[in-house]
């Protein structure tokens, strides 16, 4: 296991910096000078040149990249050309409040999607099972920022159920729940979906295996096999499904973000793009793409942990 | 020539007709293709199907509700909401169609090349598709955008450079398996060279389940480009998009729910139409599959 740990670690650790070091030449390849963009179209010849200067943008793009990986490596992400506050500062105060958006989402589509997929598997064909598959495509193919926009509409604008905008009080465990209630909705629905479809079709293919049959052959209750023996094993395929879900997740809770005017780190990157703030755009990207890529490790490393199959391949 | 093979009636041969058949036989297939059809019946005949253009300004009749002369009501400048969905059809897929067949003729070419060379090369493109996938896709279309000012043009090679990748490994697996069979080694035995081998050989034969990666990729695409759009960095305005109609309706939404609703229905319908397509062509073609293997 620790052996399989190190290694999905380094290969992660390279993934890192391949999408780290894609990113930066991409972003220095294609048209437009970050100096410019920064400053705006009224910017004088001197203070773009001292601008370019302060990036490096004059440098060798090797140079500037080697500058800014080791930059990176150190946990330096820049700083904020407004405020000259650290990059890092800013993401780490607003990340909380992204983290706990996607693992409310992620936590709500699993008790939601679980049982109706391996009730639908367990009542196979029956009208239980085909009003699950229905409802599983409409959760899946309703875009989360439509059904952000849908919800809103309806709980927040006509009903006044819930609040609007915003990431509720600080300090106020209550208020911030109430805030995140319709976000978090919304973000999971698609998963819902995902997962009561991945979880009927593996509890099918589980169901036939040998340890259940003796399982039930020991006459235990079917509730008993269904929860226990069954989806221990259907499990598995979700477990990675959502290490890679997790990276649209943070795409998707940009949109809910803005929809719903939360603090986080899409709101961070979308509000440093309007205000030309490139740095926190390019430190904001690469904090999410690490959470993606350890994202994706946990989930690895957990298939491994629950099969070890896996881990000793 | 024998009537029993003949072409049926018309140009349409036999087994192409047989399959358009059993796609809509299959409910999933028959409601995802009804739904592409209307689509794409809605961007063809856009002029036809509404006396109004998407541009049309009529500030008397600003935020009007549904009515007989503006049947989805109009927006914040009095503008036809009906016509500009129905003209944003033809965004939408003047972003999906070319972005899906970029990234799959890219994914596809940078695939075969890995699974038939293999070795570094391999596992070097293997590393390029994992990479490129750890992206999140949208953040990284922000990013780009933000430099360059949004432009369909863009929107669609960031689609194509996020999208490659699935294809690339899809062809990938498909080349690995074909790669040792005997027909590869007879074309190789008899002197094709290496990229006649794959375009000629392998290529026609890995290149179906690319179809049905595409179908599936469209609603995703669709989904991105009114993303980025509602963000402001899809489509620029005026040019009616799916997503920068959804961003007037949230900017009005205590006006008029009517934009976000009839908005969001364009939308959907689009996504469900291409994504239950993409289900009944796969069913379709696993059928295919288990039919010639019990041969």
Known sequence: ?313 | MDASIAPAEGAVPRWRRLALVRLLRDPTGAVGTLFVAAILVLAVFAPLLTPYAPEDIDVRNRLAPPSAEHWMGTDQLGRDVFTRLVYGTRIALAVALPAVLAGAVVGMLLGLVAGYVGGWVETGLIWLFDVVRSFPALLFAIAIIALTGPSLFMVVFIMALTRFPSYGRLIRAQTLKIREEEYVAASKALGCSAPRVMLRHILPNAVAPLFIQAAMDVPVVITFEAGLSFLGLGVPPPTPSWGSILREGYTYVRATPWMILFGSGFLVIATLGFTFFAEGLRDLFDVRIRGEGSN
């Open chain 1, 1 to 313: 296991m620790i052996v399989y740990t190190v290694r999905r670690l380094m290969t992660a650790a390279l993934t890192v910096i391949g999408a780290v070091t894609l990113l930066f030449v991409i972003i220095r390849l294609i048209p437009g000078d970050p100096a410019v963009v920064m400053l705006g179209p009224r910017a004088s010849d001197s203070m773009i040149a001292s601008m370019r200067a302060r990036m490096m943008l004059d440098e060798p793009v090797l140079v500037q990249l080697g500058a800014f990986l080791g930059n990176v490596l150190r946990g330096d992400l820049g700083r904020d050309v407004l405020n000259e506050l650290p990059v890092l500062t800013l993401v780490l105060d607003v990340l909380p409040f992204t983290i706990v958006l996607a693992f409310g989402s992620i936590l709500l589509a699993v008790l939601i999607g679980v049982p109706l997929g391996a009730l639908a598997a367990a009542y196979r064909n029956s009208w239980w099972d085909r009003a699950t598959a229905f409802v599983s495509v409409a959760f899946i193919t309703v875009p989360p920022f439509v059904a952000g926009l849908l919800l809103l509409l309806v709980f927040a604008v006509e009903l006044r159920w819930l609040p609007v905008s915003g990431g509720g009080t600080r300090g106020d465990v209550l208020n911030q729940l109430r805030h995140l209630i319709l976000p978090v909705s919304a973000l999971a629905l698609t998963w819902v979906g995902y997962i009561a479809r991945l979880i009927r079709s593996s509890v099918l293919e589980e169901i036939t295996k040998d340890h259940v049959r003796t399982a039930r052959s020991k006459g235990l209750a079917p509730g008993r096999v269904l929860f226990k023996h069954v989806l221990r094993g259907a499990l598995i395929p979700t477990i990675a499904v959502l290490g890679v879900g997790f990276g649209n997740l943070l795409g998707g809770a940009v949109l809910i973000e803005i929809i719903f005017n939360r603090p986080g780190l899409g709101f961070l990157i979308l509000n440093a793009i309007e205000s030309r703030n490139y740095p926190v755009v390019q430190g904001g990207l690469v904090v999410a793409v690490f959470l993606y890529t350890l994202a994706n490790v946990i989930a690895d490393l957990s298939y491994g942990f629950v099969d070890p199959r896996i881990r000793e391949a």
